[in-house]
């Protein structure tokens, strides 16, 4: 049975613990509000270029059709994918689950892939297993602005125009708000424009095709930096519940600390009280 001293230093530990756990759970929920408003933005822009860009891509124009889809072969046939995670980990099962669902994405392709990524966890998961990364963008943190992407999305969208790769697609936890934190991957290329209606005859000033290759770089900046923005929000929801769940969890082991403390503390005086009795009864006895 451990002593009084060890369950009182054993409770000290625990609410300490528990103190770091709450500033941890508060720091999270204040970075993912304050970022909301940025991923808001974020939303709505990205959401419009990227329609405006299907419209585009919708048009019966062979100009604008080689620019969106080059037609690959031998190295082409490849999956360029980008893998976003939290460095810091702490977030419940949410790297993994992206990282799984990543992995299988990434075995439904017979071309091979090549990884990219953006966090520790995903970048640590990936050569564990084996699996080479071409590249990875660690550095970049929650306040990450375009500018920090460009270098990704141009690596993507020189790699896709010079038929290094067939596809490019992102894998990250998708989060709006209100809504549940959802791992998915999404391709980015080629356009899908299957849902795109068609438009009705336009004049266009510069022409089309111009103006898909002047978009489409911008457009793939934004919805990477989209999908980033996504998942560091996802990141910090994430970890405020996880923080939450461990800061209720410590709490109750304090209670079952300090009970099972009263308890010893009661068997010690009851004992000492037998003790003090049996003396008593040897003196007057003798």
Same mark, same amino acid.
């Given at each position: 049975?451990?002593?009084?001293? &060890?369950?009182?230093?054993?409770?000290?530990?625990?609410?300490?613990?528990?103190?770091?756990?709450?500033?941890?759970?508060?720091?999270?929920? +204040?970075?993912?509000?304050?970022?909301?408003?940025?991923?808001? *933005?974020?939303?709505?822009?990205? &959401?419009?270029?990227?329609?405006?860009?299907?419209?585009?891509?919708?048009?019966?124009?062979?100009?604008?059709?080689?620019?969106?889809?080059?037609?690959?072969?031998?190295?082409?046939?490849?999956?360029?994918?980008?893998?976003?995670?939290?460095?810091?980990?702490?977030?419940?099962?949410?790297?993994?689950? +992206?990282?799984?669902?990543?992995?299988?994405?990434?075995?439904?392709?017979?071309?091979? +892939?090549?990884?990219?990524? @953006?966090?520790?966890?995903?970048?640590?998961?990936?050569?564990?297993?084996?699996?080479?990364?071409? /590249?990875?963008?660690?550095?970049?943190?929650?306040?990450?602005?375009?500018?920090?992407?460009?270098? @990704?999305?141009?690596?993507?969208?020189?790699?896709?125009?010079?038929?290094? %790769? /067939?596809?490019?697609?992102?894998?990250?936890?998708?989060?709006?708000?209100?809504?549940? =934190?959802?791992?998915?991957?999404?391709?980015?290329?080629? =356009?899908?424009?299957?849902?795109?209606?068609?438009?009705?005859? %336009?004049? %266009?000033?510069? &022409?089309?095709?111009?103006? +898909?290759?002047?978009?489409?770089?911008?457009?793939?900046?934004? /919805?990477?930096?989209?999908?980033?923005?996504?998942?560091?929000?996802?990141?910090?929801?994430?970890?405020?519940?996880?923080?939450?769940?461990?800061?209720?969890?410590?709490?109750?082991?304090?209670?079952?600390?300090?009970? *099972?403390?009263?308890?010893?503390?009661?068997?010690?005086?009851?004992?000492?009280?037998?003790?003090?009795?049996?003396?008593?009864?040897?003196?007057?006895?003798?």
């Amino acid at each position: 049975m451990p002593s009084l001293r &060890d369950i009182r230093s054993h409770i000290r530990s625990v609410t300490g613990i528990s103190q770091v756990i709450h500033a941890m759970e508060a720091v999270s929920s +204040v970075t993912a509000h304050r970022m909301q408003e940025r991923l808001d *933005n974020s939303i709505a822009y990205t &959401d419009s270029a990227w329609r405006m860009l299907g419209l585009l891509a919708s048009l019966d124009d062979p100009d604008v059709t080689s620019s969106l889809a080059p037609e690959t072969s031998g190295a082409g046939d490849r999956t360029c994918l980008l893998l976003v995670t939290s460095s810091r980990g702490m977030t419940g099962g949410q790297d993994q689950s +992206v990282i799984r669902v990543a992995l299988e994405y990434a075995q439904g392709l017979a071309d091979g +892939v090549e990884f990219h990524t @953006i966090g520790s966890q995903g970048h640590s998961a990936l050569l564990h297993r084996g699996l080479p990364v071409a /590249a990875d963008w660690s550095q970049l943190s929650s306040h990450v602005q375009m500018d920090e992407i460009a270098p @990704i999305s141009t690596y993507m969208l020189r790699g896709y125009r010079d038929r290094a %790769f /067939a596809q490019v697609a992102i894998a990250y936890t998708q989060y709006r708000d209100g809504a549940r =934190l959802k791992p998915t991957v999404r391709r980015l290329l080629p =356009l899908d424009v299957a849902r795109t209606p068609r438009l009705r005859q %336009f004049y %266009f000033e510069p &022409d089309a095709a111009t103006l +898909v290759d002047t978009l489409l770089p911008r457009v793939l900046q934004s /919805a990477v930096h989209l999908a980033v923005l996504e998942a560091f929000s996802a990141e910090n929801v994430a970890r405020a519940v996880a923080m939450r769940s461990a800061g209720t969890n410590a709490q109750e082991l304090v209670e079952h600390l300090r009970l *099972n403390y009263n308890k010893t503390r009661q068997q010690t005086i009851t004992a000492e009280m037998n003790e003090v009795s049996s003396a008593l009864s040897l003196e007057n006895g003798s």
